[in-house]
């Protein structure tokens, strides 16, 4: 909760600091990696800096959390924050990088807001990054010790036993721990981290769903290969289908993520699209090996059959579920899919359960219509989660 003096001066100049977030999220990173070049390199996504999109991100959760502040004193944010630790927790970050943050972040507003950031100014959004900070820092600690690992170290050597190919662009990797010990449990739905080092000596971290259910001994991800377009937002998965092979060994975080199968037995919407259909396998594989028999209606839209990635196994997976119902949307249907319909995914017309629970995963712009059509249908916000492969950039829509 903001203080009292802080309250008027953020609602005061939140419409200024708002204005201009774009250019001082971009002048911060500009900051930190002159002073930190080692975070780019082995921290941050060298693609989503060069696209720009996690300047938009990090602008967005900044101005929604301070909206979130005035609007609603009493409450915090948690959905919010909760996806920022997780993603946070797979990197490793550490309680200590929010000191460094903090410097450069407030030197770029400084700069770029002048003799508009008077002391009063300074101090009252101060507050606000601390409150945020702060929270963050909280939950990624729980996190950390959930998964039973000091403060950052979550990473772990683990092998691959097998490498398969899932679609015309996506591939399968089986991962089993180099040092024999046991996997940590997870939740049907998260992801790790995987880190990778590039030619030019760079570490650079990307986040893969786990693709299969918990309970076993191995591990499994599936890597669709990202174009570029001469961007390096490629460069991890390039790598990965250009050199992963079976008997190498990668360096893999922890499982994190709270887009993970809640437990109770109301009726579920699983809707995904492309590679988005990764953690949905989880959850299915999930309810298929442990008997649940409630009802599940799965939603997939994709470009093609050949593009589906496990497509075999998500309609196997499907017809084990006495109460699942899918439903597929393909671009280019072709003959291998008679009974799917042609192009995006439409749900006004299909029969959804009252009280159903929602999940989401794929493209943004598949993502705010099925939501739209959810809230349009009387499903609760609360009812509907979603998962975002890369930065959030609709936090603070949410």
């Known amino acids: 909760m903001l203080s009292e003096q802080s309250v008027p001066v953020v609602r005061a100049t939140l419409p200024a600091v708002g204005a201009a977030i774009g250019d ?73 990088q929010y000191e460094v943050v903090h410097r450069h972040l407030f030197a770029a507003i400084a ?65 089993r721990p180099a040092d024999g010990r046991p996997v940590t449990p997870f939740r049907p739905g998260q992801y790790v981290g995987v880190r990778c080092e590039l030619p030019d000596g760079a570490r650079q971290i990307r986040q893969y769903s786990l693709s299969a259910a918990p309970g076993r001994p191995d591990r499994r991800i599936t890597v669709k290969r990202v174009q570029g377009d ?54 299915l594989d999930h309810l298929a090996t442990t008997g649940d028999s409630r009802p599940v209606t799965v939603v997939h839209a994709d470009r093609s059959p050949a593009d589906h990635a496990h497509r075999q196994e998500h309609l196997d997976l499907v017809r084990a579920l006495p109460g699942a119902r899918l439903h597929l949307w393909y671009e280019e249907p072709g003959d291998q899919a008679p009974h799917a319909s042609a192009g995006r995914a439409d749900l006004t017309g299909l029969d959804l359960p009252a ?44």
């Not at 943004?364 to 219509?369: D, G, I, N, Q, T």
């Open 230 to 283: 001469g961007r390096p937002d490629g460069e991890v998965s390039s790598w990965l289908h250009a050199h992963a092979r079976e008997g190498d060994v990668l360096t893999v975080s922890e499982p994190f993520g709270d887009l993970a199968l809640e437990r109770g037995d109301s009726p579920l919407l699983l809707a995904s699209a492309g590679i988005g259909v990764t953690p949905m396998l989880s959850v």
């Open 111 to 175: 700069e770029v807001l002048g003799d508009a950031v008077t002391p009063e100014v300074v101090a009252a959004w101060d507050e606000v990054y601390w409150l945020m900070a702060n929270a963050l820092v909280a939950i990624e600690t729980r996190l950390y010790q959930r998964a039973g690992v000091a403060e950052g170290a979550v990473w772990r050597r683990m092998e691959i036993v097998e490498r398969r190919r899932q679609s015309t662009d996506a591939v399968s990797f089986v991962l």
């Open 355 to 398: 009280g159903l629970t929602a999940y989401l995963c794929g493209p943004l712009p598949f993502m705010r219509a099925v939501r739209g059509d959810l809230l349009r249908r009387s499903v609760p916000a609360e009812a509907v989660h979603y998962e975002v492969f890369g930065p959030d950039l609709w936090l603070a829509r949410l």
């Open 24 to 96: 001082i999220t971009t002048l911060f990173y500009r900051k930190l990696f002159d002073a930190h070049p080692e975070l780019l390199r082995d921290l941050f996504n060298r693609g989503n800096q060069a696209g720009g999109e996690q300047q938009r991100a990090l602008a967005g959760s900044i101005a929604a959390f301070a909206g979130l502040l005035l609007e609603r004193p009493e409450a915090r944010p948690d959905v919010l924050l909760s996806r920022i630790a997780h993603k946070h927790a797979s990197l490793g970050v550490t309680s200590d």
